[in-house]
């Protein structure tokens, strides 16, 4: 009789982010892999295709104003068009000290799930590009560290996240 072991489960991470997704009750899996240097990377890694990999990229308003915008993986942010969404004539990116300071996440990590927001505790606002709902097809973003993401219902995503949804990126 010979014997069989069975190999142990990975236990899911524990981030923030994993933390808040689960108290937000979307149906979602976490996913742990080695470090990926590029999209294509991050996709294969997440067993999806690139478009399925969102983006969480942080944007500053003003002085200690930020939003996080919502871009599918083959796509980049369009700044006429969000400008005009936001009705304001200037926009821009933080660097990646500003940005962590903003969010609680590093640059990579950042996800709208545990996100640190305002001063007074209310959340960044989130803006998803429509194509993301649009596509109708399970999404990947990031899970608050290096090698974490979580991938769930892209509908799931937008209403827990309370994202504005619209148009606001162009292809690559």
């Not at 590093?106 to 927001?117: D, H, K, L, N, Y």
């Amino acid at each position: 009789m010979s014997e069989t072991s069975e190999i142990p489960a990975v236990p899911a991470p524990f981030t923030r982010a994993t933390e808040a997704l689960a108290a937000s009750g979307v149906v979602h899996t976490v996913v742990s892999h080695g470090p990926v240097a590029s999209l294509d990377e991050a996709a294969a890694a997440r067993g999806l295709l690139p478009r399925q990999v969102v983006k969480t990229l942080v944007v500053r308003r003003g002085d200690d104003d930020f939003l996080l915008v919502l871009v599918p993986g083959d796509r980049q942010i369009s700044w006429p068009k969000l400008r005009a969404l936001l009705g304001v004539s200037r926009l821009s990116m933080p660097d990646a000290g500003t940005a962590r300071d903003a969010t609680g996440y590093e640059r990579g990590t950042i996800t709208p799930f545990g996100a640190q927001g305002r001063a007074d505790g209310t959340p960044w606002p989130v803006i998803a590009d429509a194509l993301i709902v649009e596509r109708a097809e399970p999404v990947s973003i990031g899970g608050g560290a290096h090698g974490v993401s979580a991938t769930l219902d892209a509908a799931d995503l937008v209403s827990a996240t309370r994202a504005t949804v619209a148009d606001v990126t162009d292809e690559l």
